[in-house]
């Protein structure tokens, strides 16, 4: 049985090529599998990812690790958060949600309105991100979100983006009520996958259930953001 695994879930539009060097960098410092979820993200509505993502734990985790961790770049995080809701006796583990709007996403609502482009958001994110929706974290595994703020990105030609963002969401729009550990990286929203800084503190969270200097260390409440 191994130890520690972790699944990472992409977002809407993204390639194995994309998360490559951040898969590398996750499986260097802890030593253990990184495996990619593929699904079709703009076909798919949220629920056939949700049960897409299912059979491939159960396929690869024959038997469960010990410890198995879920780390979701921009909409592969909302593919985790429902998958988590449905989904209760999934293996211990912890969270991290890289740039994954948690309200509605201006960015997507832009896109969808978008004639020629409007068919390219996808269903996941016509299913998830164009109402408004009150979601928290109710699970009792430790979530660890990480948000950018290089505000360079196609976002800013589809929608007007509020505050400090990375080019394609709002760290707004990246706040869920009820998370571990928030802090803020200077990158943009792909960028972010290819961030040294960024993979260190998703290994850190995995392994400690906080990132480093993390305001819950010193001064609560713990979901503040803090500008790295």
Same mark, same amino acid.
């Given at each position: ?6 699944? @990472? ?9 994309? #998360?490559?060097?951040? =898969? !590398?960098?996750?499986?260097? +410092? ?8 593929? @699904?079709? #993200? ?12 299912? %059979? ?9 690790? &010990? ?6 770049? #921009?909409?592969?995080? *909302?593919?985790? @958060? !429902? @998958?988590? &809701? ?7 583990? !912890?969270?991290?949600?890289?740039? $994954? ?6 960015? +997507? ?30 699970? $009792?595994?430790? *979530? ?17 983006? &509020? ?10 729009? $990246? ?12 990158? $943009? ?5 290819? /961030? ?10 995995? =392994? ?5 200097? /993390? ?11 803090? %500008?790295?």
């Amino acid at each position: 049985m191994a130890r520690e695994a972790i699944v @990472y879930v992409h977002g809407l539009w993204s390639s194995s090529a994309d #998360s490559i060097l951040l =898969r !590398r960098r996750l499986a260097s +410092a802890l030593g253990c599998a990184v495996w990619m979820f593929r @699904y079709p #993200s703009i076909s798919s509505s949220m629920h056939e990812a949700v049960e897409r993502l299912r %059979r491939f734990i159960g396929e690869r985790c024959e038997p469960p690790p &010990e410890k198995l961790h879920l780390v979701g770049h #921009s909409l592969g995080g *909302l593919v985790i @958060y !429902r @998958y988590l &809701e449905r989904h209760a006796d999934h293996p211990p583990g !912890r969270i991290v949600f890289i740039a $994954t709007p948690a309200v509605a996403c201006r960015a +997507a609502v832009g896109l969808a309105h978008l004639p020629l482009l409007g068919p390219f958001a996808g269903q996941c994110v016509r299913d998830e991100l164009l109402v408004e929706r009150e979601r928290r974290w109710n699970h $009792t595994r430790e *979530l660890g979100i990480i948000a950018g703020t290089r505000p360079l990105g196609f976002g800013h030609l589809i929608a007007r983006l &509020e505050g400090e963002n990375d080019g394609t969401i709002s760290v707004s729009e $990246t706040r869920l009520p009820g998370a571990t550990d928030f802090i803020t990286l200077p990158a $943009t929203h792909m960028g972010l996958l290819l /961030s040294g800084r960024v993979a260190r503190e998703t290994a850190l969270f995995l =392994r400690a259930g906080h990132f480093s200097l /993390s305001p819950r260390l010193s001064t609560p409440p713990v979901s503040s953001a803090r %500008r790295s």
